[in-house]
């Protein structure tokens, strides 16, 4: 059974950075796609970026393409969000999740953490 423990979420200005990592406990396939969503409050959870458990393509939500970065880190079994130019828009709850292929649809993905609150002031 996979857990997906989300980390790195805080209290940031416009314009800033911050580095979310999702870590997995238990086996997770090579061809799972992993998934970063976000949730913000009164709103339903969206697509933010995807990338395949055993690395290659990444897939981003166009509202964060050019400013948010997915990669996956072998050694420490974590996929991780980096994100650049933070805008007040950012913020959120974000979420990892696991799924077959590169959904949008967050009901597409299972084994989703208790999330990770990233807050961007101006």
């Known amino acids: 059974q996979v857990q997906l423990v989300e980390s790195g979420g805080g209290l940031v200005q416009a314009g800033g950075s911050l580095r979310l990592s999702c870590a997995a406990s238990?086996?997770?396939?090579?061809?799972?796609?992993m998934g970063w969503f976000r949730q913000a409050p009164g709103k339903e959870r969206e697509f933010v970026a995807a990338i395949r458990w055993s690395g290659g393509r990444t897939v981003y939500a166009d509202s964060v393409k050019g400013r948010f970065t997915i990669s996956r880190d072998d050694a420490k079994n974590t996929v991780n969000l980096q994100m650049n130019s933070l805008k007040l828009e950012d913020t959120a709850v974000y979420y990892c999740?696991?799924?077959?292929?590169?959904?949008?649809?967050?009901?597409?993905?299972?084994?989703w953490g208790q999330g990770t609150q990233v807050t961007v002031s101006s």
């Open positions: 999740g696991r799924s077959w292929d590169y959904y949008s649809d967050p009901k597409r993905y299972d084994s």
């Open positions: 238990g086996l997770i396939s090579s061809s799972r796609v």
